[in-house]
T-cell receptor, first 119, second 109 residues
Framework: GAVVSQHPSRVICKSGTSVKIECRSL??????MFWYRQFPKKSLMLMAT?????????EQGVEKDKFLINHASLTLSTLTVTSAHPEDSSFYIC???????????????FGDGTRLSIL | QKEVEQNSGPLSVPEGAIASLNCTYS??????FFWYRQYSGKSPELIMS??SNGDKEDGRFTAQLNKASQYVSLLIRDSQPSDSATYLC?????????WGAGTKLIIKP
């Protein structure tokens, strides 16, 4: 159980392109999904918390107009990197937490990540 | 600032030995604690959850929690080369997960 599917797994595109990444919870409902980025040999960095039916909460220093998040249903959240540039190249990972949680104690389950390379 | 601290390593352990990974946290109100394993180039994978003081065993893995001392540890028995990875400690604080930077574990054959 608790499977999170993330697509695409890898994207290579030209500078200026917008890229959409999908995150789906396959066998559970998730009111909250999380978006992380990770640079090589560095720790996870939380970018934003995505809440179903409401605006995402962005971490300090993350541009909300650059990284558009939509969480339209209990099983799907999307991250769109708008007008991507080489410095946006990174490993983007989503995670989701089961709706059936007790006081927010449930763990996050991760997708396989998307490796984004901007040329 | 709520923090989770881990030794970055690398921690080198001979195959077959016990690997011991430690984590300390600052929020005394935290109620849930997780260990994730992350292989290079892959996303984190949940391996253990622990919610109450004491030990929790799952196969070769044992998580230990001491809320009074604010530390949580992970023991890996009979370490295998396939256990070589970065191990991330995560602590739930006000419904958010606070992440440690991870400890890189190397199991030497």
């Amino acid at each position: 159980g608790a499977v999170v599917s993330q697509h695409p797994s890898r994207v290579i595109c030209k500078s200026g392109t917008s890229v959409k990444i999908e995150c789906r919870s396959l066998d559970f409902q998730a009111t909250t999904m999380f978006w992380y980025r990770q640079f090589p040999k560095k720790s996870l960095m939380l970018m934003a918390t995505s809440n179903e039916g409401s605006k995402a909460t962005y971490e300090q220093g993350v541009e909300k107009d650059k990284f558009l998040i939509n969480h339209a249903s209990l099983t799907l959240s999307t991250l769109t990197v708008t007008s991507a540039h080489p410095e946006d190249s990174s490993f983007y990972i989503c995670s989701a937490r089961d709706l059936e949680q007790v006081f927010g104690n449930q763990p996050q389950h991760f997708g396989d990540g998307t490796r984004l390379s901007i040329l | 600032q709520k923090e989770v601290e881990q030794n970055s390593g690398p921690l080198s352990v001979p195959e077959g030995a016990i690997a011991s990974l430690n984590c300390t946290y600052s929020d005394r109100g935290s109620q849930s604690f997780f260990w994730y394993r992350q292989y290079s180039g892959k996303s984190p994978e949940l391996i253990m959850s622990i919610y109450s003081n004491g030990d929790k065993e799952d196969g070769r893995f044992t998580a230990q929690l001491n809320k009074a001392s604010q530390y949580v540890s992970l023991l890996i028995r009979d370490s295998q080369p396939s256990d070589s990875a970065t191990y991330l400690c995560a602590v739930n604080s006000n419904y958010q997960l606070i992440w440690g930077a991870g400890t890189k574990l190397i199991i030497k054959p």
